[in-house]
């Protein structure tokens, strides 16, 4: 019954905006840490960003440090990803996934389905 959904991807210009949600259902999100990843064809996975159950440590990719935002809303069992900047190479299948507390993403437990983004001009 556990369940992530991810949703806020589509189809964005180079240097426009996207906000993506997951939200958990099931389960309350804040005794997780949350990490988002992404997946471009012919591509292996990688890890996007991460954020700690309480909030207060946050990771992120080389690729995307000043473009992406992490953050959390407990009251809304929501994890956000607000990216800026957007570029071409941004473009993948976007996955969420819950960690164990501490972890900060080095472990994950459950994923949620995925939402697209594509970044052209």
């Known amino acids: 019954q556990l369940q992530l959904v991810e949703s806020g991807g589509g189809l964005v210009q180079p240097g426009g905006s996207l906000r993506l949600s997951c939200a958990a259902s099931?389960?309350?999100?804040?005794?997780?840490?949350i990490g988002w990843f992404r997946q471009a064809p012919g591509k292996e996975r990688e890890g996007v960003s991460c954020?700690?159950?309480?909030?207060?440590?946050?990771t992120y990719a080389d690729s995307v440090k000043g473009r992406f935002t992490i953050s959390r809303d407990n009251a809304k069992n929501t994890v956000y990803l607000q990216m800026n900047s957007l570029k071409p190479e941004d473009t993948a299948v976007y996955y969420c996934?819950?960690?164990?507390?501490?972890?900060?993403?080095?472990?994950?437990?459950?994923w949620g389905q995925g939402t697209q983004v594509t970044v052209s001009s």
């Open positions: 996934a819950t960690a164990p507390y501490g972890s900060m993403c080095r472990a994950t437990i459950s």
């Open positions: 099931g389960f309350t999100l804040d005794y997780y840490g």
């Open positions: 954020i700690s159950s309480s909030g207060r440590r946050t």
